[in-house]
Nanobody
Framework: QVQVVESGGGLVQAGGSLRLSCAAS????????MAWYRQAAGKQRELVAG???????NYADSVKGRFTISRDNAKNTVYLQMNSLKPEDTAVYYC??????????????WGQGTQVTVSS
């Protein structure tokens, strides 16, 4: 019914930048909040940044001032601009979309994840 697909991950050096994209598709009536999570090896998945349908954002303390979340509602896409990357940002980044489907069923949908690796 609904698919969420991330892209844009890769290998960068410390101090570099990446832009992640997450596109939702399928039987979508409305997308409410969208968010980026990450999970480093051996650690729990954590919220990185979130954005509501109206554009209100929130960030984990560890990424404030470096990452920016944005969305294009017409494309059902959320972005994560990551600047000044640090090795500690290395993780698999997952997109989550809070979606109301066309049959008016609300649920959270996860992407498959995209690897971000930051070298020292």
């Amino acid at each position: 019914q609904v698919q969420v697909v991330e892209s844009g991950g890769g290998l960068v050096q410390a101090g570099g930048s990446l832009r992640l994209s997450c596109a939702a598709s399928g039987s979508i009536f409305r997308i409410n909040a969208m968010a980026w999570y990450r999970q480093a090896a051996g650690k729990q998945r954590e919220l990185v940044a979130g954005i509501t349908s109206g554009g209100t954002t929130n960030y984990a303390d560890s990424v404030k001032g470096r990452f920016t979340i944005s969305r294009d509602n017409a494309k059902n896409t959320v972005y994560l601009q990551m600047n000044s990357l640090k090795p500690e940002d290395t993780a698999v980044y997952y997109c989550n979309a809070d979606i109301l489907t066309r049959v008016l069923v609300k649920g959270g949908y996860w992407g498959q994840g995209t690897q971000v690796t930051v070298s020292s």
